[in-house]
């Protein structure tokens, strides 16, 4: 059987974890300037909303961490998405503001386990979880993983499509959906990475020789270059979901 520990009680899976869950995300993820600020008073305050999914054994299969916020529980109350959930949680937790929502910001499953369902056995226990502490809401900016083969399409159009069961064409968002969560709102600009062409250049593998669009590996939307400025930037769209 499996359980989520809080990160604090299995420090001896820490470096495992480091270096797996790592290889699960394109590098240019972890260059988000909005999230660095909020980086060590979110470990600060919320280490104990950080995870593993553990065998009896104590072998590490998955991690997830997430943020409590207060929501009214519209669609216009929503943070901008990934970073805005950040900066939310950071300042409510520094104001005093009592949280009522719990946002699942990352999950994921060690690459060898895959596809066996796990991303629903951590949804479920960090919900149950979340409940327990009083947050009866639990929302996620929910990175769709197949998104990156439709860089052109915006994230509305996109959250949009169904196969012919009805469920979600992206993979990631049907697990969701399965396990009763129901899609809110896109989040266009859930995160921002800004980097010089160079720093780009190293994070994608790519050279970008000229300004304009590009399509980069694993990235939801277009890199845009401008070699005047000496900067890209890309937007990263998620979408908001719901569970109940
Ligand atoms: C997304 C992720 C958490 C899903 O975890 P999981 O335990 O594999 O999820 P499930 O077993 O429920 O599988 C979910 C769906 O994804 C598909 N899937 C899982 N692994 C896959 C893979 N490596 N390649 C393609 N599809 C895959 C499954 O077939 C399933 O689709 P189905 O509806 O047709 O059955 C996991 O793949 C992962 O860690 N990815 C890297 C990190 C990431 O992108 N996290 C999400 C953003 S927060």
Not at 7 to 20: N, Y
Not at 85 to 111: D, H, I, K, Q, W
Not at 207 to 233: E, H, K, M, N, W
């Amino acid at each position: 059987m499996y359980e989520l520990i809080p990160i604090a009680q299995a420090p001896e899976l820490d470096e495992e974890a480091g270096k797996r869950f790592a290889e699960e995300w394109p590098e240019f993820i972890f260059h988000d300037a909005g999230v660095k600020v909020f980086r060590d008073r979110r470990r600060e305050f919320f280490l104990d909303w950080e995870f593993y999914l553990v065998t009896e054994e104590r072998r590490l299969i998955a991690g997830c961490w997430g943020v409590p916020i207060a929501w009214d529980g519209t669609v216009e109350d929503l943070p901008g998405g990934f970073t805005g959930s950040l900066g939310r949680a950071v300042t409510s937790y520094e104001e005093g503001v009592v949280p009522n929502t719990f946002v699942l910001m990352a999950a994921a499953v060690r690459s060898d386990e895959q596809g066996q369902g796990h991303a629903g056995r951590v949804i479920t226990a960090v919900r149950e979880r979340a409940a327990a502490a009083g947050l009866d809401r639990m929302i996620a900016p929910v990175r769709p993983t197949l998104k990156s083969r439709y860089p052109l399409t915006d994230i509305g159009s996109f959250m949009s499509w169904t196969r012919s069961d009805g469920l979600p064409l992206d993979p990631w968002l049907r697990t969701h959906v399965r396990l009763g969560a129901t899609l809110l709102a896109p989040a266009p600009v859930s995160q921002t990475m800004t980097g010089s062409v160079a720093e780009w250049e190293k994070w994608t593998g790519m050279l970008f020789p000229a300004s304009g669009s590009y399509v980069i590996p694993d990235g939801l939307a277009l890199l845009q270059i401008d070699r005047t400025a000496d900067t890209g930037i890309y937007r990263e769209p998620n979408v908001w979901m719901r569970h109940a």
